[in-house]
């Protein structure tokens, strides 16, 4: 009989999951779901290597991506259907990389940040915001006014709720550029009204409560951010700084660039995409090297735009980027960053509030004129802090946010910071010196936690 009862509880167990082929795997894709408070589906990604790996049951890392990319920026990978990638390690590439079977398999994975924090025993998350993503991991797009208060108070908090309810463990959270910017208001205690983001008339002012911010870095092991956004360095600001572009900025435009890139990208060769690439940002570099050191800051046009360093970038790793790594956005965002830079200010969107929503031109700080400030309640952050910042000041200047960062927040024995040389904003993530600086860099600090 209780050998009965065994076979009847099998039986039973094989039924409930006859989806998973009796005790297969029933998610091979990693593919989790978070509600965000107004309601819509933010998708998000934990990886392992292949659906035969184990999910990590350690301590887990959040990561959002930067503007305009998706969360592949961190896992490269050569795409199956594209057989022309085939990069080969470098000869004096690490043990851990030549010995690992699946970089062995597709070397490209040798720039995956996810892979080698997988590696490295780490439970790693990606997440999109909403808007972004293509094929299963498309999250829901939203209203396109949404911004980049959107994305910090309502999309991070739902995928930070999500990684904890799932695995019960504190996460170490984060990103590139405005995944970091998110990180550091979440912990902020940063937050919408979601029933007014819901109707989509306006987005109402940002809050911040110490309760909420005492919470959240109790509920959270650590920050950590690649090249985390903030007030950027702009040149010629006065270019932007007229009626006409903020007429422009202040449209609410969702653009769509994961329904047209896989299109346009599908024409093109990855020799063409990378040497265009290679083109133009090798001559940006150039131009920004040869800046004469004497004249003003903001006439350093060329320098603004050396964030891409593609000569610490593979091609393929280039290619990769245009062709599954760029994503959709909101101009929102934008936006905001063109007034932080060209007004020397650090906020939530101007047209916040239901007073704004049809203010075209941002206006100058002023005493009581109910924005929230982000360099205001920095030091709300208490959590240990690591930064892996680029070398050059393209959109990040490391000084700038090591400022306001670092010595923002509440300090923490724990907090740290590198810079890599020779590093842009965009290949810091995965340039040909992240597998021997920057992942291992990060993986020692997440060991001393």
């Keep these: 009989m209780k050998s009965l009862r065994t076979l009847g509880t099998a039986v039973v167990l094989c039924l ?56 592949n920026q961190f896992d490269v990978y050569s795409p199956p259907w594209l057989n022309s990638y085939h990069y080969k390690l470098p000869a004096d590439a690490p043990a851990w990389a030549k010995n690992d079977p699946i970089i062995q398999d597709d070397n490209l994975k040798y720039f995956s940040m996810a892979h080698y924090l997988y590696l490295r025993g780490y439970d790693v998350w990606m997440a999109n915001y909403r808007g972004v993503g293509r094929g299963d991991f498309d ?58 983001v819901k109707q989509g008339d306006y987005i109402p002012h940002a809050t911040a409560s110490a309760a909420l911010a005492a919470q959240r870095n109790a509920n959270v092991a650590g920050f950590l951010g690649i090249d985390p956004a903030g007030a950027p360095i702009l040149a010629y600001e006065w270019l932007i700084d007229n009626p006409l572009i903020w007429d422009i900025l202040a449209l609410e435009w969702y653009i769509d660039l994961d329904t047209i890139l896989p299109y346009a990208m599908s024409l093109l060769p990855p020799v063409i995409t990378s040497g265009a690439i290679d083109l133009v940002f090798k001559l940006v570099t150039q131009l920004a090297d040869a800046f004469p050191s004497f004249f003003p800051h903001w006439a350093d046009l060329f320098g603004a735009l050396d964030f891409w360093r593609t000569g610490n970038m593979n091609g393929y790793v280039e290619d990769f980027h245009a062709r599954i790594a760029f994503s959709s956005f909101y101009l929102g965002g934008f936006a905001q960053y063109a007034d932080w830079g060209t007004n020397g200010v650090f906020r939530e969107f101007w047209q916040n509030g239901a007073e704004n929503q049809n203010l075209v031109n941002p206006p100058d700080q002023a005493p009581g004129d109910g924005y ?37 927040k509440t300090y923490n024995s724990k907090d740290a910071w590198i810079e890599v040389p020779g590093s842009g904003h965009i290949d810091v993530v995965n340039g040909n010196a992240s597998p021997t600086v920057a992942f291992p860099a990060i993986a020692d600090w997440l060991d001393s936690l």
């Design 372 to 408: 929230y400030y982000f360099d205001t309640n920095m030091s709300r952050m208490t959590v240990p802090a690591f930064s892996v910042f680029s070398d050059a000041s393209g959109l990040v200047d490391t000084d700038t946010m090591v400022d306001t960062l670092y010595n923002g």
């Design 16 to 71: 409930a999951t006859v989806l998973t082929g009796c005790g297969g795997d029933s998610n091979p894709k990693g593919l989790y779901v978070a509600k965000t408070a107004d309601g819509l589906d933010i998708k998000m990604k934990r990886y392992r290597p292949t659906p035969n790996h184990s999910f990590r049951n350690s301590t887990p890392i959040l990561l959002f991506p930067g503007i305009t990319l998706n969360f």
């Design 139 to 196: 999250s829901d797009e939203g209203h396109p006014n949404t911004n980049l208060d959107v994305w910090c108070a309502l999309d991070y908090p739902a995928a930070v709720d999500k990684v904890r309810a799932v695995t019960g463990k504190k996460p170490v959270i984060g990103g590139h550029s405005t995944g970091g910017l998110c990180a550091y208001l979440y912990l902020q205690g940063y937050s919408l009204d979601a029933s007014i």
